[in-house]
């Protein structure tokens, strides 16, 4: 499949969430986002954001208690320390909502509503303040309260990724093709860096700044002086964020190429590896593994010499990237018989989660 068909498919899904708020009918079999604490994994699929034990994979909540039209959720859920759960929606209130992550109860008696686009993108919490980006092209600033602390920042473009960052700057693509810097305050340092193509996934933190994939097929790597260089290249769009680890650049295409890049030398650590199609989702680096998944349905578990360990069918479609809690590893496969499914190391499934229907 082609960059181009890959992503009018992504368009035309993220359009029928739109169009099906719009004309009031719910619409539950979207790509998930996907987080997880020690205890729970939290999936905000189509109407409805649900709390899964991980220990037996059974259903603690679901969010709202009935189907909400105005309601409809797509963006990853974000865990914060004070015990929230925050996650957006891309209905047609715009809410930005905090739950109870032990229940699923509403903690704001009115979720944030200020924005004029919609929440594909998580936002990123830290200090105290909560930096939500939206498809309207600005920067949200909230309190832990949801209450706004300071005028949204225009960064131009749709913001589709969560921020980043490294404990003193604030990183954020966009899919304008800039990677825009700021401090803490929101103020912007410097101009906005040229990825030299769109970049829908959020940057990932390195040494001494970021690694940026974009549909330039590279990754580009931004200092927190805002200069440029092509860290990587590929054979075809990024839209995955790169994982970096150990001084190792690990990354995929819409080819279905799987890289692994010393990030000093840009050298190839591994030979041509192309499992079996187009690769969307982020990949996930847990203990000696690396784990991708595809858009064929294909979750594929490596070593770091690029061997194949393990590999299993899904189904369905794999857009969201794997999560990891303690020694499980979740997968949420798009259209397939299953909404959720739990894994160990060694490819051992625990548990699968199939929402009931309403």
Known sequence: MNRKKIFVILLLAFAALTLSACSGQPLTNTWPGLAAD?????????????AVDLKTGD?????????????????TPVLTEDGQLLVGSVGTTHSFISLDPASG????????????????????????????PNTDGFLYFLDMNGKQTANPLELGGSLWSAPVTDGELLYIASLDHHLHILDLDGNPIGEPIDLGGASP??????????????????VGFVSS????????????WLW???????????????????YSVDAATGSQNWGELKPDGPIVASPLVAGDQVYFGSENGTFIALDRDGGIVWEKAMGGS?????????????????????ALAAYDASGKQAWTFTPVKE
């Open 201 to 218: 996934s959020s940057p990932t933190v390195g040494e001494g700044g970021v690694y940026a994939g974009s549909f330039n097929a590279t």
């Open 240 to 258: 995955g964020s790169p994982a970096f680890d150990n001084g190792v650049l690990y990354f995929a295409d819409l080819n279905g190429n799987i």
């Open 318 to 338: 794999l857009y969201t990237p794997p999560v990891l809690s303690g020694d499980t590893i979740l997968v949420a496969p798009y259209q397939a018989e299953f």
């Open 105 to 132: 109860a509403e903690k704001w008696a009115q979720p944030f509503s200020g924005a004029k686009g919609t929440w594909v993108a998580p936002p990123l919490v830290m200090n105290g303040t909560i930096y939500a």
């Open 38 to 50: 020690a205890e729970r994994a939290y999936l905000a699929t189509g109407s409805f954001i649900y």
């Open 59 to 75: 259903q603690v909540w679901q969010y709202p208690s009935e189907a909400d039209n105005s309601l409809l959720f797509f963006a």
């Open 225 to 236: 002086n805002g200069e440029f260089q092509t860290a990587a290249e590929a054979s075809n």
